[in-house]
């Protein structure tokens, strides 16, 4: 319930949103067919250190 009240705070119409959906890409789950190196921990890591420093930038 809470995630549900807060997603109107990171949605809207402007380049920093966009650029928000931009990073929230890189938390998503891989698509089924895609490599399996995708999958492993030091991947998901990389891309949420990837994440996090982008959003930093904001």
Request: charged share 20%; with cysteine; proline share 7%.
């Amino acid at each position: 319930m809470v995630r549900r009240a807060s997603t109107d705070l990171f949605s809207g119409s402007s380049l920093y949103f966009d650029y928000l959906n931009c990073l929230a890409a890189l938390l998503d789950r891989p698509p089924a067919r895609a490599p399996v190196f995708l999958s492993k921990e030091p991947w998901q890591a990389k891309s949420f250190q990837t994440a996090l420093a982008g959003w930093t930038e904001c």
